[in-house]
C-alpha cells in the first residue's frame, strides 16, 4: 500500500511540473506574438507612409517636384508638432506654416454654488503643417513622421516630371538672348528714324521681358525640384476639460438697504421741489405782467 501511495504522489509531481512548463511556454508565446504585432504594426504604418515615388536615378536628367499629403490622428498634437518641427530642422528642411488650434464643439456652465459655476468644453485639438524638405530627404522624413501615427487617413503623393518644362525654358531664353543681340544691333546701325526706333525698343522689352519670366518660372521650378512640399493635416481624440470659475455678481447685491433708498428717495423729492421753486421764480415777469393785466381789467371793468 505504502508503495503504492508513492508511486501516486510521484505521478502528481511529475504532472504539475509537466502542466507549469507547457504553462510557462503558452505565456511566453503569447507575450512574444503581442510584442511582433506591436513591432509589426509600427513595421505597417511606416510602410504605409513611405514612398519611393518618382526617385531619380543617379546622373538622370529628369527632373521630379515631389509633394506628400498626409492627415493622420495622433496620441497628442502638441507633443506630435515639437517632434515634427525637430524632425525638419535635423534633415534641412523648414516649416512654411503653422496652425495649431483647438475646436470646440461643445461648451456647457452649470451653477454649482451660489459663487461658482463648472464649466465643461468638449474640443478637438488640430494642427495643419506646411513643411519644405530636401527632395533626397523626403523618404526620410515621412519614416520619421510615422512615429507618430495612432491612426491613418490618407496619404497622397505627387511626383511632377517637370523636365521638358525646364528645357522649354531655358531654349526661351537663349532664343531671346539672340532676339535681343539683333534687335540692339539694328537700334545701333538702322535705326534713324524715332519711330523706327521708338518700336524697335518696345520690342526689345517684350523680349526681354519674355526672358526674365522664363528664367524666373526656372529658378521657381527648380527651387520645387530642390525641396518637396510636404502637407500634414494631425489631429487627435476629442478631450473633455472641466474648470471651476467664479460667478459674477449680480446686480441686486449691490443695491443698498431699504433705509438708504427712502433717504435718497426724499433727498431727491426735495430737489425736484427745489427746481420747481427755482422754475416759478425764473418766470416772475412773465406773473408780474399777469397780475398787472389783471388788475387793470378789473378797474375798467368797474368804470364801465
Given at each position: 500500500?505504502?508503495?503504492?501511495?508513492?508511486?501516486?504522489?510521484?505521478?502528481?509531481?511529475?504532472?504539475?511540473?509537466?502542466?507549469?512548463?507547457?504553462?510557462?511556454?503558452?505565456?511566453?508565446?503569447?507575450?512574444?506574438?503581442?510584442?511582433?504585432?506591436?513591432?509589426?504594426?509600427?513595421?505597417?504604418?511606416?510602410?504605409?507612409?513611405?514612398?519611393?515615388?518618382?526617385?531619380e536615378p543617379e546622373?538622370?536628367?529628369?527632373?521630379?517636384?515631389?509633394?506628400?499629403?498626409?492627415?493622420?490622428?495622433?496620441?497628442?498634437?502638441?507633443?506630435?508638432?515639437?517632434?515634427?518641427?525637430?524632425?525638419?530642422?535635423?534633415?534641412?528642411?523648414?516649416?512654411?506654416?503653422?496652425?495649431?488650434?483647438?475646436?470646440?464643439?461643445?461648451?456647457?456652465?452649470?451653477?454649482?454654488?451660489?459663487?461658482?459655476?463648472l464649466v465643461t468644453?468638449?474640443?478637438?485639438?488640430?494642427?495643419?503643417?506646411?513643411?519644405?524638405?530636401?527632395?533626397?530627404?523626403?523618404?526620410?522624413?515621412?519614416?520619421?513622421?510615422?512615429?507618430?501615427?495612432?491612426?491613418?487617413?490618407?496619404?497622397?503623393?505627387?511626383?511632377?516630371?517637370v523636365s521638358l518644362?525646364?528645357?522649354?525654358?531655358?531654349?526661351?531664353?537663349?532664343?531671346?538672348?539672340?532676339?535681343?543681340?539683333?534687335?540692339?544691333?539694328?537700334?545701333?546701325?538702322?535705326?534713324?528714324?524715332?519711330?523706327?526706333?521708338?518700336?524697335?525698343?518696345?520690342?526689345?522689352?517684350?523680349?526681354?521681358?519674355?526672358?526674365?519670366?522664363?528664367?524666373?518660372?526656372?529658378?521657381?521650378?527648380?527651387?520645387?525640384?530642390?525641396?518637396?512640399?510636404?502637407?500634414?493635416?494631425?489631429?487627435?481624440?476629442?478631450?473633455?476639460?472641466?474648470?471651476?470659475?467664479?460667478?459674477?455678481?449680480?446686480?441686486?447685491?449691490?443695491?443698498?438697504?431699504?433705509?438708504?433708498?427712502?433717504?435718497?428717495?426724499?433727498?431727491?423729492?426735495?430737489?425736484?421741489?427745489?427746481?420747481?421753486?427755482?422754475?416759478?421764480?425764473?418766470?416772475?415777469?412773465?406773473?408780474?405782467?399777469?397780475?398787472?393785466?389783471?388788475?387793470?381789467?378789473?378797474?375798467?371793468?368797474?368804470?364801465?
Amino acid at each position: 500500500m505504502k508503495k503504492m501511495h508513492y508511486t501516486g504522489l510521484a505521478l502528481l509531481v511529475i504532472a504539475t511540473i509537466v502542466y507549469s512548463c507547457k504553462n510557462r511556454e503558452y505565456e511566453e508565446n503569447v507575450a512574444g506574438e503581442s510584442v511582433a504585432e506591436a513591432s509589426a504594426a509600427t513595421a505597417d504604418s511606416t510602410q504605409v507612409v513611405s514612398s519611393l515615388a518618382a526617385v531619380e536615378p543617379e546622373k538622370s536628367n529628369r527632373k521630379f517636384i515631389r509633394t506628400a499629403d498626409i492627415k493622420f490622428k495622433v496620441k497628442n498634437v502638441p507633443k506630435s508638432t515639437y517632434i515634427i518641427e525637430d524632425a525638419m530642422n535635423k534633415f534641412g528642411g523648414f516649416v512654411t506654416y503653422t496652425n495649431l488650434q483647438s475646436n470646440v464643439s461643445e461648451r456647457d456652465e452649470v451653477k454649482v454654488s451660489p459663487d461658482s459655476s463648472l464649466v465643461t468644453t468638449k474640443y478637438t485639438m488640430v494642427n495643419d503643417i506646411t513643411i519644405r524638405v530636401p527632395n533626397t530627404k523626403l523618404d526620410t522624413v515621412i519614416k520619421t513622421i510615422a512615429s507618430q501615427i495612432d491612426f491613418l487617413d490618407y496619404r497622397v503623393i505627387k511626383a511632377d516630371d517637370v523636365s521638358l518644362k525646364m528645357l522649354s525654358n531655358e531654349l526661351a531664353q537663349r532664343r531671346s538672348n539672340s532676339s535681343e543681340q539683333r534687335i540692339e544691333k539694328a537700334i545701333d546701325t538702322k535705326g534713324k528714324k524715332l519711330d523706327n526706333v521708338l518700336n524697335a525698343e518696345d520690342r526689345l522689352d517684350a523680349k526681354k521681358e519674355q526672358h526674365d519670366n522664363s528664367k524666373i518660372e526656372n529658378l521657381s521650378l527648380q527651387d520645387q525640384v530642390n525641396f518637396s512640399t510636404l502637407t500634414l493635416a494631425i489631429y487627435q481624440n476629442e478631450a473633455v476639460k472641466q474648470e471651476l470659475i467664479a460667478n459674477e455678481k449680480s446686480v441686486n447685491a449691490y443695491r443698498p438697504n431699504i433705509g438708504l433708498q427712502i433717504w435718497d428717495s426724499i433727498k431727491t423729492g426735495w430737489f425736484m421741489l427745489e427746481a420747481i421753486i427755482a422754475f416759478v421764480f425764473q418766470l416772475w415777469g412773465i406773473l408780474l405782467l399777469g397780475f398787472g393785466a389783471y388788475f387793470l381789467a378789473k378797474r375798467y371793468a368797474k368804470k364801465g
